[in-house]
């Protein structure tokens, strides 16, 4: 795991001499620099028990209880409204989605914590139901469909891991994956989708209406991505082997869009990217980027939960499967967004790769002290 996230990283520099803006592109390099550095090899190197990693924890749920406390106080003041908590998260969180997607890191990794505390310390389990409680409400007040998703998929992750069924689940998800692209792309079958630009709509007063809305493909934002995706898709065939450059998806994607696709958002002022984190390195960093990402995730996916069968410590175990569904959670939304640039979201994508990497080292170290 550790090796491919060096390799991805090797690329990205020798994308540089053929990125269409080498300015964004070494910023970028910088970026992942500092990313790597701290987020990789000092999360490796200080992590060094058990009693590390439930320390890590607390920290990271504690300061995350934080900011949901005060952005609940505020939606509460506003009476929960689903209009205005893009604004009211957007003060610590960026948006809803950032907010609702740490969320979902938290929720694994309180849950598997307070399985590993004494019965006896009551006060510790207290206030770990407490934070649980907080963030699962949090996360259903978010109003983020992809973060609902992604718990549901944790939830039966979990189930798989126990039952040692990953890799199938895996082999079976890439190979619709696989079949739905090629299908969309025979006889440009992906023209059915396009949507009306006059009847997409972010909401029609409540989350109802939101959730209908995106039932029958009238939602702006999911839209939006579609918009994005087809974008990115003409991308792709224009430079297929080396892609645009790392962090050069924006603007460069408009040149591509197709108008059929267009909503009433598309102008993004925001300027964020494709909303989908592996159309991102197929865009910018070319089939080599993209099969390292999606070798990158199959691998913790598979590795992480033969690592979770092997560990038999049972406080370690739970861990490991709170750092596992934390990744889990984080790479069903990177389906529908792109995270791994990100302060709050690429950060943890990282170190739950880079403690897993850790906690296969102790399994190792103890069969060898073992024999």
Known sequence: MIIILLLLYCWAVFEYPFSIDKLKTIKYIIAKTVY????LFLTFSIIRSKRDLKKFIYAYTGGL?????????LHAIDGFSFENINYIS??????????????GIGIPLTWFLM????????KQTLYLKFILF??????????????????II??????????????LVIAMSVILVISSVAYLFTNDNYLDFASDYTTTIFHEGDIEGHLAATYSMKDVSGMERVYRWVAGANMVKEKPIMGSGPGTFYPEYKKFAIDRFRTYVSDNPEQSTTHNNFLLFLTEQGLVGFFLFASLVIMVFIRGSKIYNETSDPD????????????TSIVICMIFSDFTESDKVGSFFLVSITILAKINQWNKEGQVKSL
């Not at 790597?36 to 987020?39: Q, S």
């Open 36 to 39: 790597y550095l701290v987020f």
């Open 65 to 73: 209880f934080i900011g949901v406390f005060f952005t609940i106080i």
């Open 90 to 103: 957007s003060i610590i969180f960026v948006n809803h989605v950032y907010y609702a997607t740490v969320i």
């Open 115 to 122: 399985k590993t505390t004494p019965k006896f310390s009551i």
């Open 134 to 151: 907080l963030f699962l409400f949090a996360l259903i007040t978010s109003y983020t469909r992809g973060s609902w998703l992604a718990l």
């Open 154 to 167: 944790c939830i039966i992750f979990y189930q798989l891991m126990n039952y040692r069924k990953v890799t």
């Open 316 to 327: 370690l175990k739970h861990l490991t499967a709170g750092f596992y569904l934390a990744f």
